[in-house]
């Protein structure tokens, strides 16, 4: 989905969560706007089990200690797995959150009715590479996409070299690597391939899982951590930013990507939030919302929302209570969306990126969760 260009980020008060008992209620205000859910510390311990995306994972473990010391009766327990797993725990109920970058389709939405998108925060892939002595260089969508297709084959290859004006390039083959099983990860990179080459476009396409072309000494890894250690010399590899610093510290450079608007950027919080405020002037019902390949000139290509599956629908009072809790907590720039939290993983806080009309939706989807 592509929405228009905002005029800015909007800001909205803070939220007003409290230690014990309910603290506000979801019905609407006087003015139409919706209020907060009802949140506190539940009567009985609550245990909030989480699987799913690794790019999530950091930001969900930093969040463990100071949940429960706001809340002492709520546990986050996150274990990660990858979006697909997350997607598919949450569905059969095997946890109470699925952690995913990409968000459920309409048939899983039409097939599991009582399950809801609650994005968090936001969030952006990496393109990087290993070629000792080079820091950085600039690629473009569609020159990656041919990477990955086969077509482009070494890394002084003369699409590359046309975007690197004064670096002197090796000719070393190109590793490509991509991630095993079904990822978030993938779908953001695919996503953003299909939208700047329309070859790719029309297959493999986007998703969780694609069919890769087949390319001679092409690897895989299972999580963001194991495409960094599994990017030797000659790789390019997708990563999300929450593994920007073990990026570094395997001395991989980062790609420059060229956005829609022919600006070369890396992620960064200002890159990130243009992007947002670029893509989310509203959402849909679903919360379902892509942020991929945004207008703006200082937009990074590659942002999404990272997203909790939750059932809607849950099996106590007291869970419900907890999970409302800890999604208003989570999201609240005072609660888990602290600068320090966010900044840790390179994520944005959704209230302060995101129009005051798209935090009331999501808010509104939070109240919603009963048991």
């Not at 797993?85 to 968000?103: H, M, R």
């Not at 009072?317 to 939290?341: H, M, Q, V, Y």
């Amino acid at each position: 989905m592509r929405t228009g260009l905002i005029g800015g980020i909007a800001l909205i008060g803070t939220l007003a969560v409290v230690a014990c008992g309910g603290s506000s209620s979801p019905t609407a205000t006087s003015s139409g706007t919706p209020k907060p859910a009802t949140t506190g510390n539940p009567t009985t311990a609550v245990s909030l089990s989480e699987s799913g995306s690794s790019l999530l994972l950091p930001f969900l473990q930093e969040l463990v200690a100071p949940l429960t010391a706001k809340y002492p009766n709520i546990t986050l327990a996150p274990s990660g797995g990858g979006s697909g797993k997350g997607i598919t725990d949450a569905i059969a109920g095997n946890s109470l959150f699925g952690g995913t970058d990409a968000y459920l389709s309409p048939s899983q939405l039409s097939a599991n009715p009582t399950l809801a998108n609650i994005p968090i925060a936001v969030s952006a892939q990496g393109v990087w590479f290993n070629l000792p002595g080079i820091t950085s260089l600039k690629l473009t969508g569609d020159v990656i996409a041919k990477i990955y297709s086969g077509t482009i084959t070494k890394w002084n290859d003369p699409a590359i070299a046309a975007l690197n004006s004064g670096v002197t390039l090796p000719a070393t083959t190109i590793v490509p690597l991509v991630r095993q099983g079904s990822s978030g990860d993938t779908f953001l990179f695919t996503s953003f391939l299909s939208a700047t080459n329309s070859t790719w476009s029309s297959g493999p396409g986007f998703g969780t899982t694609v069919t890769w072309p087949k390319v001679a000494g092409e690897g895989s890894a299972a999580s963001n951590p194991g495409m960094v250690a599994a990017c030797h010399t000659g790789c390019i590899a997708y990563i999300g930013v929450s593994a920007t610093t073990a990026a570094q510290t395997a001395k991989l450079g980062e790609a420059m990507l060229a956005n829609k608007a022919g600006t070369y950027l890396t992620p960064t919080p200002a890159s990130i939030a243009a992007a947002v405020t670029a893509g989310a002037a509203s959402i849909p019902s679903n919360l379902a919302l892509s942020l991929i390949y945004q207008d703006g000139a200082q937009s990074y290509p590659i942002v999404n929302f990272e997203y909790l599956v939750v059932n809607t629908t849950q099996t106590s009072s007291d869970n419900a209570l907890a999970i409302r809790t800890f999604l208003e907590w989570t999201i609240d720039p005072n609660g888990g969306s602290t600068a320090a939290f966010l900044g840790k993983e390179n994520f944005v806080g959704l209230q302060a990126s995101v129009p005051a009309s798209v935090f009331s939706a999501i808010q509104a989807k939070i109240a919603t969760i009963t048991g």
